[in-house]
């Protein structure tokens, strides 16, 4: 079936250095992508979304970049700080799955002080 | 009000139990979703309204799940007969539109004993 993935379920940065934590697709329909934030006991965090006439979208400290020749999503966050530690999850939605979002597994970022 | 709202946080319950768990999306948001999330994975899809009427049930487990939002804002899940499998927290996201970001609730932890 398609599915959403994430190539590391766990990354651990020292704090200041910037993160990569990537999510590669299947379903070739996809055309809007999120990344959430999922702190322990809270639901999940908007944080950037991309539509895939794009390529790229910066917001605060954030990144999103969509390669959609290898359906590889990626969220790049500058400068890490202890409170950026979360799962992370990217999202995909297409026109072939109505208005539903698939989620992928999460990736676990730690930030170490 | 300015997020999602869930209640109860969380729910405890005998099996065999019926629950009930409510929603309360952002005002105008006439897309209301709800997920599945087991401890350690993504959010997985349930269910979909557009303002009152339920477009996709798909993801629904069994029928013992069962999803209304009458007047097209407040929505209710309601489990039947709950069984161990069952327990996970149950998310509630709403929408103005598809390609538009998709707000969560902080989730309704339900454990069945």
């Known amino acids: 079936g398609e599915s959403v993935g994430l190539h590391l379920p766990t990354l651990s940065v020292q704090e200041g250095d910037n993160s990569i934590i990537n999510c590669a697709y299947s379903?070739?329909?996809?055309?809007?992508f999120i990344w959430y934030k999922q702190e322990s006991g809270k639901g999940p965090q908007f944080i950037i979304d991309?539509?895939?006439?794009?390529d790229k979208r910066q917001g605060q400290r954030v990144t999103v970049l969509l390669n959609k020749t290898v359906k590889h999503l990626s969220l790049q966050i500058a400068a890490t700080q202890p409170g950026d530690s979360a799962v992370y999850f990217c999202a995909e939605n297409g026109e072939t799955s109505g208005s539903r979002l698939t989620f992928g597994e999460g990736t676990q970022l730690t930030v170490n002080p | 009000g300015a997020g999602v709202s869930q209640s109860p946080r969380y729910k405890v319950a005998k099996r065999g139990q019926d629950v009930a768990l409510r929603c309360d999306p952002i005002?105008?948001?006439?897309?209301l979703f709800w997920y599945q999330q087991a401890l350690g994975q993504g959010p997985e899809f349930l269910t979909y309204f557009q303002n009152e009427a339920q477009l996709d049930k798909s993801g629904l487990p069994s029928d013992r799940f069962f999803a209304e939002r009458p007047e097209g804002s407040v929505s209710t899940l309601k489990i039947q007969r709950t069984q161990q499998e069952d327990s996970a927290v149950y998310l509630c996201?709403?929408?103005?539109?598809?390609?538009?970001?998709?707000?969560f609730g902080s989730g309704t932890r339900l454990t069945v004993v």
């Open positions: 379903n070739s329909a996809s055309d809007y």
């Open positions: 996201a709403s929408s103005r539109s598809r390609k538009n970001g998709y707000t």
């Open positions: 005002s105008g948001h006439v897309s």
């Open positions: 991309i539509r895939s006439n794009m």
